[in-house]
């Protein structure tokens, strides 16, 4: 199954049925009088959180959804079937916004959260409800009220405890497959992580959930590499995990250029709470690793951690860091099951 974060879709309302004019008319009845019922209302558009998706892969084949249209009034004080309602299943940590994609109609946090999106339209009145004393036999009914339709976004935002943040080829994925069971493509190259990617973490028995994202590169921002669409899914996580290879160039300007695609993206992401760590120290001699350690320390003006994801070294120093700024309450009550599903692939 394909990760797709983002979707445009048209919906539409059921429009309502309408009035029915009709008179009785039966042997023996002298006075019949007016009989015709109400138009049933219009399906309504509902969109609901569902547990175990975590992807908008099925709105990529299917962009148009419409409700059922209410039914017409008959005679014999019938009234019209109200229309079934329509409901689109969406991942926990879906927004919606509207064509403008800035406007924000709703944004859903919880599993079985249910939200009407497009109201459908009234049945129209028979001309039995417009009988009265002096109007024994009227011969005017509505017609239904038409539905809503528009076009919305849909845009997933993970919903996780901790992310992960860094340079390409920085070491996350590696990072992410020691602690969890996430089993994301590890590669010497840069942007092997395509996709978001999240894996539940056990800490001394505190259970959170880690986002590991596509790395960033200087211009992301605007669009150099895979761009920063993707920091979109660190923005509900209490917590960052910086990542710097201490196999780069320099630590410390490594560290500045995911910083500045950072504030470029906004989000608030600079102001969550931040920890560094040096990655691959297993890779370096201690000469080198000392003065990237400085380098790294000047840059981020705080003692980064040691780890190295491939031999372990540092990893639980790292994780207890993260599980103290997350606390016994995670931010994501249903996170967890969504990481233990089966994970996405390209």
């Given at each position: 199954?394909k990760?797709?974060?983002?979707?445009?879709?048209?919906?539409?309302?059921?429009?309502?049925?309408?009035?029915?004019?009709?008179?009785?008319?039966?042997?023996?009845?002298?006075?019949?009088?007016?009989?015709?019922?109400?138009?049933?209302?219009?399906?309504?558009?509902?969109?609901?959180?569902?547990?175990g998706?975590?992807?908008?892969?099925?709105?990529?084949?299917?962009?148009?959804?419409k409700?059922?249209?209410?039914?017409?009034?008959?005679?014999?004080?019938?009234?019209?079937?109200?229309g079934?309602?329509?409901?689109?299943?969406?991942?926990?940590?879906?927004?919606?916004?509207?064509?403008?994609?800035?406007?924000?109609?709703h944004?859903?946090?919880?599993?079985?959260?249910?939200?009407?999106?497009a109201?459908?339209?009234n049945?129209?009145?028979?001309?039995?409800?417009?009988?009265?004393?002096?109007?024994?036999?009227?011969?005017?009914?509505?017609?239904?009220?038409?539905?809503e339709?528009?076009?919305?976004w849909?845009?997933?935002?993970?919903?996780?405890?901790?992310?992960?943040?860094?340079?390409?080829n920085?070491?996350?994925?590696?990072?992410?497959?020691?602690?969890?069971?996430?089993?994301?493509?590890?590669?010497?190259?840069?942007?092997?992580?395509l996709?978001?990617?999240?894996?539940?973490?056990?800490?001394?028995?505190?259970e959170?959930?880690?986002?590991?994202?596509?790395?960033?590169i200087?211009?992301?921002?605007?669009?150099?590499?895979?761009?920063?669409?993707?920091?979109?899914?660190?923005?509900?996580?209490?917590?960052?995990?910086?990542?710097?290879?201490?196999?780069?160039?320099?630590?410390?300007?490594a560290?500045?250029?995911?910083?500045?695609?950072?504030?470029?993206?906004?989000g608030?992401?600079?102001?969550?709470?931040?920890?560094?760590?040096?990655?691959?120290?297993?890779?370096?001699?201690?000469?080198?690793?000392?003065?990237?350690?400085?380098?790294?320390?000047?840059?981020?003006?705080?003692?980064?951690?040691?780890?190295?994801?491939?031999?372990?070294?540092?990893v639980k120093?790292?994780?207890?860091?993260?599980?103290?700024?997350?606390?016994?309450?995670?931010?994501?009550?249903?996170?967890?099951?969504?990481?233990?599903?089966?994970?996405?692939?390209?």
């Amino acid at each position: 199954m394909k990760f797709l974060d983002e979707a445009k879709v048209y919906i539409r309302s059921g429009d309502g049925g309408n009035g029915c004019v009709a008179f009785r008319r039966e042997k023996f009845i002298e006075f019949g009088g007016p009989s015709g019922g109400n138009g049933g209302r219009g399906g309504n558009v509902v969109i609901e959180v569902a547990d175990g998706l975590n992807t908008l892969i099925d709105y990529r084949y299917q962009q148009h959804f419409k409700a059922q249209k209410g039914e017409n009034g008959s005679g014999s004080d019938r009234h019209g079937a109200n229309g079934k309602n329509i409901v689109l299943k969406v991942p926990v940590g879906t927004q919606i916004f509207d064509e403008d994609r800035e406007t924000l109609i709703h944004d859903f946090t919880n599993v079985g959260e249910k939200f009407v999106l497009a109201e459908g339209g009234n049945g129209g009145f028979g001309n039995a409800h417009f009988k009265t004393s002096t109007n024994r036999a009227p011969r005017n009914a509505n017609p239904g009220q038409t539905g809503e339709e528009r076009w919305i976004w849909l845009k997933l935002k993970l919903i996780a405890d901790a992310g992960l943040v860094g340079l390409p080829n920085a070491g996350k994925s590696t990072f992410l497959s020691k602690v969890s069971a996430a089993r994301p493509k590890i590669a010497d190259y840069p942007f092997t992580t395509l996709h978001p990617q999240l894996g539940v973490v056990n800490a001394d028995g505190r259970e959170f959930v880690l986002a590991d994202i596509p790395g960033l590169i200087e211009g992301a921002h605007e669009g150099v590499g895979l761009g920063d669409r993707f920091l979109a899914h660190v923005e509900r996580c209490r917590v960052l995990l910086h990542l710097v290879d201490a196999t780069s160039e320099h630590a410390g300007k490594a560290y500045k250029t995911v910083r500045k695609e950072l504030e470029a993206y906004g989000g608030q992401l600079t102001d969550k709470v931040e920890i560094v760590a040096l990655n691959k120290i297993d890779a370096v001699e201690p000469d080198e690793l000392k003065k990237q350690k400085d380098r790294l320390k000047r840059a981020a003006k705080k003692t980064p951690l040691l780890l190295s994801g491939v031999t372990g070294d540092g990893v639980k120093e790292a994780l207890r860091a993260l599980a103290d700024v997350i606390g016994e309450s995670p931010v994501s009550a249903k996170a967890k099951s969504a990481a233990e599903a089966e994970p996405w692939s390209a």
